[in-house]
């Protein structure tokens, strides 16, 4: 399993199960893959969202809410081994 960070850009805000997805901050996720990653943002929110970084390419620097959790969609559910 790898983590993984998506960025919502300038202009896309989402609040999913009360945690603000915004500019600010970036979505950790833990899946087998990015491309499962993205597929689970695209499943919950749609295409409002900007882009994915893995581990090795994240910089927070630019994301001052740091790395947040959405319970249900950010880590893998048992039945998804």
Request: hydrophobic share 40%.
């Amino acid at each position: 399993m790898s983590t993984f960070y998506i960025s919502f850009g300038q202009v896309h805000r989402h609040v999913v199960n009360d945690v603000v997805l915004d500019k600010d901050v970036l979505l950790r996720i833990e899946a087998p893959s990015e491309g499962e990653a993205r597929q689970r943002v695209f499943d919950t929110i749609g295409n409002k969202w900007f882009t994915s970084y893995d581990e090795a390419s994240v910089d927070f620097e630019y994301f001052p809410g740091g790395a947040v959790e959405v319970p249900g969609l950010t880590e893998v559910a048992s039945n998804d081994h």
